[in-house]
T-cell receptor, first 116, second 114 residues
Framework: GAGVSQSPSNKVTEKGKDVELRCDPISGHTALYWYRQRLGQGLEFLIYFQGNSAPDKSGLPSDRFSAERTGESVSTLTIQRTQQEDSAVYLC??????????????FGDGTRLSIL | AQSVAQPEDQVNVAEGNPLTVKCTYSVSGNPYLFWYVQYPNRGLQFLLKYITGDNLVKGSYGFEAEFNKSQTSFHLKKPSALVSDSALYFCAVAANTGGFKTIFGAGTRLFVKA
């Protein structure tokens, strides 16, 4: 079946511009996660959605970052006034069970964001 | 606090030899443990998980992992490595510490030499 889809796959933009990254989770998955992965490094947790609400926003690095999810489906991660340190791969994942965390996460291939 | 450690940045092994990628964790409750693999320019792929029961867990592509509660470890193993196993491997732990959270290790790069 269809996996997690992220778009765009690559985004190059100038410093100071806003960017919007999209994630389409696996149909029926109630939990959705955003992570940031800098070059050669591990995963940095950004935000977690349970349905359309975000019980854990603790990983968002600054108020320039925001995310929303609608229809218990698509999620968008928005970065305003981008800075060069925002350059990274942004990964989205979804899982079948929201509360128990005993289900594996299914990842998209990420959006590679480059800030000039 | 909940944490997971992968003490080796890189593991090198010859094709056909057994491989081990190490993971240790620290949680206050009962852990859920996972291994994922990441190939270049791709997202992470789930390999296997330990929730409860048998300490030896078998997963995809011939990988297995052993949960050791006394040593708080969950090392990934494979009896005979393939060149195609070369990738970045992540250990992850989830536990209910006043709300579930999944923490990923920093990753271990595995090189399998022909």
């Amino acid at each position: 079946g269809a996996g997690v889809s992220q778009s765009p796959s690559n985004k190059v933009t100038e410093k100071g511009k806003d960017v919007e990254l999209r994630c389409d989770p696996i149909s029926g998955h109630t939990a959705l996660y955003w992570y940031r992965q800098r070059l050669g490094q591990g995963l940095e947790f950004l935000i977690y959605f349970q349905g359309n609400s975000a019980p854990d926003k603790s990983g968002l690095p600054s108020d320039r970052f925001s995310a929303e999810r609608t229809g218990e489906s698509v999620s968008t991660l928005t970065i305003q006034r981008t800075q060069q340190e925002d350059s990274a791969v942004y990964l989205c994942a979804s899982s079948a069970e929201a509360g128990g965390f005993n289900q594996p996460q299914h990842f998209g291939d990420g959006t590679r964001l480059s800030i000039l | 606090a909940q944490s997971v450690a992968q003490p080796e940045d890189q593991v090198n092994v010859a094709e056909g030899n057994p491989l081990t990628v190490k993971c240790t964790y620290s949680v206050s409750g009962n852990p859920y443990l996972f291994w994922y693999v990441q190939y270049p320019n791709r997202g992470l792929q789930f390999l296997l998980k330990y929730i409860t029961g048998d300490n030896l867990v078998k997963g995809s592509y011939g990988f297995e992992a052993e949960f050791n509660k006394s040593q708080t470890s969950f090392h990934l193993k494979k009896p005979s490595a393939l060149v195609s196993d070369s990738a970045l491997y992540f250990c992850a732990v989830a536990a209910n510490t006043g709300g579930f959270k999944t923490i990923f290790g920093a990753g271990t790069r595995l090189f399998v030499k022909a």
